[in-house]
Nanobody, 127 residues
Framework: QWHIVESGGGLVHPGGSLRLSCEVS????????IGWFRQAPGKEREGVSC????????HYPEHVKGRFTISRDVHKNAVYLEMNGLKPEDAGDYYC????????????????????WGQGTPVTVSS
């Protein structure tokens, strides 16, 4: 039985920071790529970061590059998303998801490629 549980969301002022956590059980990070995604009300879910199963490759879309950083702790089987310089448009429900990719050759933040999802954690950016 697998579980993915996100935490760390909350209310932050524009320009502020948050660190999201994704605790994974039943799946091992050395065989799964992990992605972070977000969904704002009325909008489609979009990817904001991914890390490969070796922890050596990360990708970000341009609009978060330089502000968001994905990392992982294999001993805790957890993945993190450090978000700095938050903007109102960064608000939404943030989800962590896993994609079977044991070769670790790359990672992806394409939503439909991921099959294991957490329940999400909300992020609000407002003054």
């Amino acid at each position: 039985q697998w579980h993915i549980v996100e935490s760390g969301g909350g209310l932050v002022h524009p320009g502020g920071s948050l660190r999201l956590s994704c605790e994974v059980s039943g799946l091992t990070l050395d065989t799964y790529a992990i992605g972070w995604f977000r969904q704002a009300p009325g909008k489609e879910r979009e990817g904001v970061s991914c890390i490969n199963s070796r922890g050596t490759i990360t990708h970000y879309p341009e609009h978060v590059k330089g502000r968001f950083t994905i990392s992982r702790d294999v001993h805790k089987n957890a993945v993190y998303l450090e978000m700095n310089g938050l903007k109102p448009e960064d608000a939404g429900d943030y989800y962590c998801a896993a994609l079977w990719w044991p070769s670790g050759s790359d990672c992806s933040y394409v939503v439909h490629e991921y099959g294991y999802w957490g329940q999400g954690t909300p992020v609000t950016v407002s003054s």
